[in-house]
Structures are given as C-alpha cells and as structure tokens.
C-alpha cells in the first residue's frame, strides 16, 4: 500500500464519525420539524378556521340587528360573502378532526349553523313590526350558541397545541442529548482510531529520523531497515545506499581531506596578519591565531557567537566586507592608506587595511568569504612623517617663494628699469613657474592641514548664484589669456547654501581652472547649478578633450595626473576638492567621453530657514 492510501485510511474514522454525526443531526432537525408540521396541521389551523367562522357569524348578525332595527346595513353582497367564508371554514373543520370531542363539537357548530341561517333568512323575510322581536327570540339565542361552539372549537386545538409543544420540547431536548452524546461518541472514536492509524504510519518516520540523526553525528555504520514497498520504505533504502557511499568516501578520502585541512590551518596560522574565513551568511568558519590574539576572535564558536569579545571596528569591517561580495561586485581591494582603519587590539591601536576575496562553489556562486587584516601601523607612520616632512618643507618653501614673487612681479612690470625682449621672455616664464610652485605649496598645505583633521568650516547661508558668479570673475582674466569662453548659466534657482565660502570658492576655482586648462582656444567652459530635493548640485563642464575611463575612478586620488596631461599641479587639487566637499556632506564626482569633453559635479546642502 502507498503512502497516500495510508494516510487517506488515517482519515477515515474521522470522516466516518462526521458521518454519523451528520445522520444524527439530520434525524433529529426532521424530528423537530414533523412536531412542528404537526401543530401547525392539526391544531393552528383549526383555531384560524374557528376565529373565522366567529367573525363571519358576528358579522351576519349585526346585518340582521341593524334590518330588525330599519338600518339596512347590506344590499345582499356582504350577507353572501360572510356566508360563504363560514361554509369554507366549517367545511376545513369538519375535514381536520384531530382531537378528542372535536368531531362532536363541529356537528353542533353544523347544527347550529343550519338553524341560524334558518332564522336569518326568516327574520329578513319577516314584515317591519316584528323583527325586532324575532331578533331576540329567535336569532340571537342560535348566534350565541353558534359561537361558543366556535370557541369551543378553538379552545381545544390551543389545548393541544401547548401539550403538542411542551411534547416538542421534550422531544427537542431529548434529541439535543442524542446528538451530544452521539458526537462526543464519534469524535473520541475518530480521533483514537485516527491517532492509533497515523502511530503506525508515522512510526516507520521515526526509525528513520533516527538514523538520519546518527548519520548526522558521523555513524556511517547506521542503517534504516523499514520493510514494505510505500514511499518511506523507498527512502529508506535511498538513505542506506548513501550511507553506503559516504562510508566508503570516508574509508577513501577521509585522510587526504584532514591533510589538507591541516595544510590549510598551518598556512593561515603561519601569516602575521589576522585572517577570518566567513560562510555566505556570515558565521565564522575558520580563523588564524593572529585573529584570536588580536581581536579576540573565539576560534571554536559558532556562527556570530565567535564574535561576541572583537572591537566593534572589526564587525563594522566584516559587515562592510559581506555586502560588497554579496552585491556581486566580486573582490574588495582597498585603494591606499586612508582607508586604514584603528582598531584598539590586545596590543593596543593599530592600523588595519582589510581585502575581502570570495570563495566560490562549484556553480560558481559566493559560498563564504576571506578577509586578510593587513597591519599598515608602520606605513602609516612613515605616511605621516613624510606628510609633515612635505608640510614642513612647503611651510619652509613659502617665506623665500614669496620674495621670489614678488622680485619677480616688480622685475616684469620694469620697477627695477627696462627689460630687453629676452630678459622679458625669461622673466615671465619664471613667473608662471613661481604662480605653479605657490599653487603646489598651498595644496600640499592644504593637504596636510586635511590630514590632521585641522580643516575648519565657518559656514553660513550663502547664494548659489554669488557663489558661482565669483567664481567666474576671479577665473575670467584666464580665460581670456587662454581664449576660452568661460559662461555662466541662466540660474533656474534662487536657493541658499550651507556653506563656509571661501573654502567653495577654492573648490570651484580648482575645477574652473583645471576645466580651463584642458579646453583648447575657443573653447567653452559652462557654469550651472541646478535644485535637487535637499541640496543643490553645481556643475563645470567643459569643451577639452575629456578624460578616459579607466582614469576616472582614480581622478580625486592624492598626487594622480593623468598621464600625457598637460602641465599642471602636483595631483592634489581634486582630492582637496574632495575631501572639502565631503566635509560639507556633499558628493562630488565626474561624467566624461573621450573627444566630448568632461563635466564636473558637486553638491552642498541647502541652507535651512531661520525659525
């Protein structure tokens, strides 16, 4: 037998005790309603037909009082009406006896029926003088009789029908018993045999939950023996043939296996840098002994439990590392020293640069995940010796430079006499170079100033529009030296923005600058701005050559040109520009094709209305 007979026999007895619960209750509700039938039948409308024939002789002597008194009251037509209803109801009557003297009290109701209409007619026949007398004598008395004989009539069937009722009622909850104990009965029969019928199929499930859980914790020995031929069975025989096969894998590969793995510990171990091999959802599957040192990782928990005692820099890392695999975005590579990270160890602070790489599966999907912690602590070190060293000598650079300048300025504008052409030449040439040298200075100054977290922001509510046409005045005269036409944009705006001015204007005269030295004579540079939801987007764009793709990820890196760019900074300009914008809690970023010239973008917040 299969399984789905098996359990459609388990649901039998409950579908047998619905059954007879259902004969019952329809035995009963048939009871209750031939009771009901019964009373209405035999009795109700008895009583209707004795009220109607009172109503029909009421109404014919108070026809014949109002003749014997000269009110003709009926022109025939109501007499014939009233008569016929009587006749109608007396007939039903004689033709539903069902009660004991019923009948002898509907012959008398006949009789005295006959004899009434007997003196009815003869009064209405009768001359004016003596009706009324007969009215009295002979009329009323055989009214009156008449209807009590009615009443009679009626009184017995209300009689029977409040015995027939309370027998009803009786019968009612007598039956309610029935049906309850008819139910209960069925139910515990149901359920016993149902639950006696579901012990036996679901007994053949525990035997084999048993040895699924032994083979579980490694007895490859266990086997499920369950006789028959159903579906269980056939699990059965699946899992004792892959029981079978694990052991001999197991017998086969078991020792390779464990060499490897301790390969692979052995290997991790051996690196200095914290290691963490993740699953997919994040539990931890494996980990170096400099992992445990450091951070505190516990080598033998389970899942997140491992990480309950690591600095939550470090989860915040593994966090960060499992979304970028599971976006699909493949490998995570840090892209220099600031993205190193303080990390409070057992040693104490130290800097960590983390890369993530996937672990894949043999459908080549992400199973888990490897993060390599790589201690940078000297590198960064050195990186901020050498970045006060540059600060230094920058700083160093700047008192001289300036003098230089200066000589320079006065030299070229003939204060100290005239120049001949080539001392002219010359001159000017020293010029621009010291205009580049000051403007490499105050980057790097800048830069080191950003570094040390010292940047600081005097914000204030201040227009786009002034913002942008500043700009476009300070930068107008280079332009024209390099026969650019530099364009403001009609403003579609009239917004304010949270904003420390002068550092905007060192950020949009860095990239009117650069956008200017890249467009060629003739040539446009555009300036916009445009609303966003809660900020305001301003843009450069310009007419150049552009900038090819696989330069743009890396444009606001620190000291990175692109190369065959024309001559220019040191590489820290955008990455200033960056790193200002930023610290408004703005975005910026660039849009380019080679030969279409390139636009760059950048966001500040919108001023907030005074309360």
């Known amino acids: ?30 009871s209750l309603d031939h009771n009901s039938q019964d009373i209405l039948k035999d009795n109700y409308l008895s009583v209707l037909a004795a009220q109607r024939m009172r109503d ?17 009251e009926d022109d025939g037509a109501e007499t014939k009406r009233r008569r016929t209803a009587f006749d109608r109801e007396l007939t039903f009557q004689e033709g539903n006896i069902t009660e004991t003297g019923e009948r002898e009290m509907t012959a008398r109701a006949r009789a005295h029926w006959t004899r009434f209409q007997a003196e009815f007619d003869r009064l209405m ?67 016993f045999a149902s639950v006696y019928l579901t012990n036996r199929l679901t007994r053949p499930l525990s035997v084999l939950a048993q040895a ?34 694990l052991a001999e894998y197991r017998s086969s590969s078991l020792g390779e296996l464990l ?21 997919s959802l994040g539990g931890l599957l494996n980990a170096n002994q400099a992992a445990a040192s450091l951070f505190g990782v516990d080598i033998e928990g389970a899942g997140g439990a491992a990480f309950d005692r690591v600095p939550p820099e470090v989860r915040a890392i593994v966090t960060k590392m499992k979304e970028h695999v599971a976006s699909g975005k493949g490998a995570y590579v840090p892209k220099g020293l600031e993205e190193a990270v303080a990390i409070a160890t057992r040693e ?41 060293m540059v600060a230094t000598v920058a700083h160093e650079f700047r008192t001289p430079l300036t003098s230089l300048r200066m000589a320079i300025h006065l030299c070229t504008e003939g204060v100290a006499g005239p120049l001949v052409p080539k001392q002219a030449e010359l001159l000017f040439a020293a010029r621009d170079d010291c205009e580049r040298l000051q403007g490499i200075v105050d980057d790097i100054l800048d830069l080191s100033r950003i570094q040390a977290g010292k ?26 030296e390099r026969e650019v036409d530099l364009g403001l944009s009609p403003l579609t705006i009239e917004r304010s923005v949270s904003a420390d001015p002068e550092r905007v204007r060192l950020v949009l005269g860095n990239l009117i600058a650069n956008a200017i030295r890249h467009t060629p004579p003739a040539g446009r540079v555009e300036l916009r701005a445009a609303p966003l939801e809660d900020q305001v987007r301003f843009e450069v764009s310009d007419t150049g050559s552009g900038i090819a793709a696989e330069y743009l990820p890396r444009l606001f890196e620190r000291f ?15 990455y200033i520009c960056k790193e200002i914008v930023e610290a408004h809690g703005g975005h910026i970023g660039v849009e380019s094709n080679p030969g279409h010239g390139a636009l760059f973008w950048f966001t500040l917040p919108v001023a907030q209305a005074p309360s």
Do not use: C, W
């Open 1 to 30: 037998m299969t399984l789905r007979s098996k359990l459609l026999v388990a649901q039998l007895p409950l579908a047998l005790s619905l059954l007879i619960v259902g004969v019952v209750s329809r035995r009963t509700v048939a």
């Open 56 to 72: 029909s002789a009421d109404a014919m002597g108070r026809i014949a009082l109002g003749h014997a008194r000269g009110r003709a």
């Open 125 to 191: 026949a009768l001359p004016p003088g003596q009706l009324e007398a007969t009215y009295f004598s002979a009329l009323e008395p055989t009214l009156i009789d008449l209807e009590a004989t009615a009443a009679d009539i009626a009184t017995v069937n209300q009689d029977a029908m409040v015995r027939k009722s309370d027998r009803a009622r009786k019968s009612a909850e007598r039956m309610s018993g029935v049906m309850l104990g008819a139910t209960v009965a069925a139910f515990l029969l149901g359920i």
């Open 212 to 245: 699924v859980r032994r083979l579980g914790q490694g007895d490859l020995a266990v086997r499920a023996k369950l006789p028959g031929q159903d579906e269980i069975a056939q699990v059965a025989r699946e899992f004792n043939t892959m029981a079978e096969r």
């Open 259 to 279: 060499q490897a793995q301790q390969s692979s510990q052995a290997a991790i171990d051996s690196l200095p840098d914290p290691v963490l091999v993740l699953q």
């Open 348 to 388: 104490g602070t130290r800097y960590f640069l983390a890369r993530a790489t996937p672990v894949h599966g043999e459908e080549e999907q992400p199973v888990g995940i490897t993060i390599l912690f790589q201690d940078v602590t000297r590198l960064r070190r050195f990186d901020e010796l050498k970045t006060d």
């Open 455 to 480: 940047i600081e922001l005097h914000r204030r509510a201040v227009s786009a529009e002034s913002l942008l046409a500043q700009a476009a005045d300070e930068n107008r005269q280079a332009a024209r």
């Open 560 to 574: 990175f040109r692109v190369p065959n760019a024309p001559l220019g900074g040191a590489g820290l300009g955008l």
